[in-house]
């Protein structure tokens, strides 16, 4: 540590709380003006030694070190001489036998005062006995034992049980190693084995500290080093290695370090409340989300050299280290590469002076299922040559020929393409994938990289082509099973995120790249075009059956004549799934599906009935009536009596429900007998894949709001709403909605709490305007100005509202209030959530049923961004 920046303020000459704690603030402030001009390793080793200090005085005002029969002891990362500001500061208290009365009062005192000064202070009193004994039954004792280090007191017991804890009869080198791979795993598989979320944990991602940190404690306990640099002497890893090592967990460091300043407690989840603060304390900048995206696109891409750096070292620890003298099979490929049990590995190491050979790999793991990975030995050679390399993969003749052999292999898309991204080899081979590693997209429903999610989307498209994933999508697995070229459909996978980050629309960037892609590669005039159609038009199926009414012929028809023909149809709807489910784990439900099979199934029946001959509206009424009369009529009811209610009933409602749905509600209206009390159903079973609510109730002001607003209170999301006044003036209105974790409300405990909710607040209880909400901490992170446009409805006397705004607690309420305020008539309703932002789709009219004039739309326009922006500052 350099004099330079030592903390030159002397401890307290005699104990007060108070001075105590000024001394402390003092030294906070202290590293806080330095972290922008020093390394961050010498700012953590002063934390220590900071530490150190106080604590030494502490001990030795409490005269615990007199008669030395107490050794005072730093484990953990505390033992190893490094504290971030906020971090944990782990004691092991050693004692020589059973404690006298004063010294157990004494240690007690000492605890006390280090939590007094709100040190994060866990620690333990133990003889070396029970030290031993407990480290051998846990291994994160063991470990923190392994990286001890004195601070006063004795020493000699210190260095008896530093000695006992290299012993093989404590833990031996393999056991170590294996209990160490084990916990890596397990904690792996608690963030999904994935760094990329939106709110990391520095530490315990995989990629992260711990994973730095694991590398180096196998290798310790086995040559006995204190430091990582030691490792290079024993050939563990190279001096390269070592410093890429260093340069990462640095970063990782500094992100940690800054996090602690702004947190001002032990934080390791680097949160939405802190990233910008964060990110401009690391010198990103201030300009907000922009800066966050900086600062996390150099996150994921250090905790993908980690990772990398974690798998090649631990696995040349297990097979070269622990066991050199292992047999293992070896099994020649071709000329370049064997099999070593299930490892490929390259013959020599000059392989890949041939840059061919770089694909060749992959394409020997795609053709052997026998194949699970990639020798360490060789990993090192492919980090060496990608670091040489001079232009791209794709620019060899050779290497096109076998990118295109892996990509159109039937096991192409399983382990192949996992190693290319985990090893760099798609980067290596396309310049515009480069761009996109580590891309984050700073919103709440991309929950991946751009890299990450276009693998998850490749692999899910590989799903459908698998036996045991069939029963998952059947619809989609047949398809994908008739397609001749289910290759085109991995080939705009790639391409269809490719362009983001670069500004303008990504889609029509991506399939820009894909026809220059499909031109270097040679591919036919015909899979280029299916390609770039796929690239340019890869949202259109999921924006029309998510922010459309996909029950009405006319978008169907709309659709189709944009889609053009069934191939492409089949290519697209199985693609959209695909997608969807790649983009976030917790956004795909069965509501989304339902509405994708529906718009596929539609369009593909208008492209076999041909698009001249569209279903007429009439015919769809008409044939919902027929399928719904005799059902109506085994209930007892006469067809006069059914004739009388539908009379009351505007068409529209006929095209919109299926007969098995109009006869569910016309039933119960039938029966129902008070005029004034409203009538609510909910489906007991999923229907299209959500719960439906069914609610007929005399038409009255405010009741589209009241009626969000006793669903919001429920807490469930809205997913859809068909806004309906009967000739008679009785409403008949329908929502689908979904519990928060996606699924339909199935519990009769809980539909029965729903309709109560529903029938009090469409009468008045409670008042709407005593309601309160409160955003969530997520989402205070987020600005999203409300945006309204409009657009021509599917009749002339409709007109459809666009709305984006941010999504807050009681926002279909406040929008509702504004439409009763502004006299217009809600007709039908689509509510989409995409993260942070709600974008709602409304079928409106004006008093008089018509489409709403320029100036009722400026109106409304004005009327509704200025209570969205109150709602949304009052939160």
């Known amino acids: 540590m350099s004099q330079a920046i030592t903390f030159n303020k002397p401890l307290p000459e005699h104990y007060s709380l108070s001075g105590y704690k000024k001394y402390f603030a003092d030294f906070h402030d202290w590293l806080g003006r330095n972290f922008a001009q020093h390394p961050v390793n010498t700012l953590v080793k002063a934390k220590a030694h900071f530490i150190d200090s106080v604590l030494v005085q502490l001990w030795h005002k409490l005269d615990l070190h007199k008669g030395k029969l107490l050794s005072l002891i730093a484990v ?464 259109l199926m999921s924006i029309t059956a998510q922010r459309r009414d996909i029950y009405d012929p006319t978008v169907v028809t709309e659709f189709a004549e944009k889609v053009r023909d069934e191939t492409r149809l089949n290519y697209l709807y199985c693609f959209t799934l695909a997608d969807i489910r790649a983009t976030n784990d917790n956004l795909w439900n069965d509501w989304k599906n339902s509405l994708l099979r529906e718009l596929f199934l539609s369009t593909q029946k208008a492209f076999r009935r041909g698009l001249e001959k569209p279903m007429d509206l009439r015919d769809l009424i008409r044939e919902n009536q027929a399928g719904a009369l005799p059902l109506l009529l085994k209930h007892k009811f006469s067809e006069s009596e059914i004739l009388q209610l539908w009379a009351r009933i505007k068409a529209d409602y006929f095209a919109r429900y299926s007969p098995s749905q109009i006869a569910w509600h016309c039933e119960h209206i039938l029966r129902h007998k008070n005029p004034l009390q409203p009538m609510v159903l909910i489906s007991k079973t999923p229907i299209r894949g959500g719960s439906q609510v069914f609610i007929y109730t005399k038409d009255q002001p405010q009741l589209f709001a009241r009626m969000v607003a006793a669903l919001d209170s429920k807490k469930v999301n809205i997913f859809d709403a068909q806004i309906m006044t009967n000739k008679d003036g009785y409403a008949m209105d329908t929502f689908v909605i979904l519990e928060q974790n996606g699924k339909p409300v199935n519990s009769p405990s809980r539909q029965q709490s729903i309709k109560r909710a529903l029938e009090l607040y469409i009468q008045g209880k409670p008042d709407l305007s005593r309601q309160k909400n409160r955003l969530s901490r997520k989402m205070r992170q987020f600005n999203v100005p409300p945006k309204v446009a409009f657009m021509p409805g599917n009749t002339s006397k409709r007109t459809m509202l666009e709305l984006a705004a941010l999504d807050t607690p009681g926002l279909l309420a406040n929008i509702g209030e504004v439409f009763q305020r502004c006299n217009i008539n809600i007709h039908a309703a689509k509510i989409t959530t995409i993260g942070e932002r709600a974008e709602d789709f409304f079928m409106l009219s004006n008093s008089d049923e018509q489409a709403l004039s320029q100036e009722q739309q400026a109106s409304l326009k004005t009327a509704l961004i200025e209570q969205l922006s109150q709602h949304s500052e009052g939160l």
């Open 76 to 539: 953990g990362g505390y033992g190893r001489g490094e504290l971030h500001p906020c971090s944990d500061i782990d004691l092991l208290i050693l004692t020589q036998g059973q404690l006298s009365d004063s010294q157990q009062d004494a240690i007690s005192q000492f605890i006390t005062l280090l939590w007094d000064l709100r040190l994060e202070v866990g620690h333990s009193v133990r003889t070396l006995e029970e030290s031993l004994h407990l480290g051998k039954d846990d291994i994160t004792i063991a470990t923190n034992l392994l990286e001890m280090r004195l601070l006063t007191g004795n020493n000699a017991s210190f260095e008896q049980l530093q000695q006992a804890v290299y012993a093989d009869d404590f833990w031996t080198s393999q056991d170590f190693f294996q209990a160490k791979r084990h916990e890596q795993q397990q904690r792996h598989a608690q963030y999904h084995g994935t760094a990329y979320n939106l709110e990391p944990n520095l530490k315990a991602n995989p990629g992260g500290m711990r994973d730095i940190q694991t590398i180096g404690w196998v290798a310790k306990r086995h040559f006995q080093t204190r430091t990582m640099r030691e490792l290079v002497a024993y050939h563990y890893l190279t001096e390269d290695e070592y410093q890429e090592l260093m340069e990462c967990e640095a970063y990782l460091w500094q992100m940690r370090f800054a996090l602690h300043l702004e947190a001002d407690r032990n934080e390791n989840r680097i949160l939405f409340d802190y990233q910008p603060a964060v990110a401009e304390r690391l010198g990103f900048g201030a300009d907000g989300k922009a800066s966050v995206e900086r600062m996390m696109k150099r996150f994921f891409r250090t905790v993908q050299r980690v990772s990398e750096l974690n798998e090649m070292l631990l696995q040349h620890f297990d097979g070269s280290i622990l066991n050199p003298d292992s047999t293992i099979k070896t099994q020649p490929l071709d000329d370049y590469f064997e099999l070593q049990g299930h490892l490929i590995a390259a013959s020599d190491n000059a392989v890949f002076a041939r840059r061919d050979n770089l694909l060749r790999l992959f394409w020997h793991i795609a053709n052997n299922s026998n194949i699970t990975g990639i020798h360490s030995s060789t990993m090192r050679l492919i980090r060496q040559v990608r670091r040489r390399l001079m232009g791209d993969l794709q620019d060899y003749e050779g290497c096109r020929q076998l990118f295109l052999s892996i990509v159109r292999h039937p096991r192409g898309m399983d382990n192949a393409i996992t190693l290319m991204h985990r090893y760099g080899i798609l980067a290596a081979y396309l310049p515009q994938w480069r761009n996109i590693v580590g891309q984050m997209q700073f919103d709440l429903f991309h929950a991946y990289t751009v890299d990450e999610h276009t693998h998850r989307l490749l692999k899910n498209l590989y799903k459908y082509t698998l036996a045991e994933h069939e029963n998952e999508f059947p619809l989609c697995s047949d398809i994908v099973r008739r397609m001749e070229k289910p290759e085109l459909l991995y080939l705009a996978g790639i391409f269809h995120d490719i362009a983001k980050g670069r500004g303008g629309d990504h889609s029509e960037l991506g399939a820009m790249d894909a026809r220059e892609f499909a031109k270097l590669h040679h591919l036919s005039d015909f899979d280029s075009k299916l390609i770039v159609w796929l690239v340019e038009n890869h949202l």
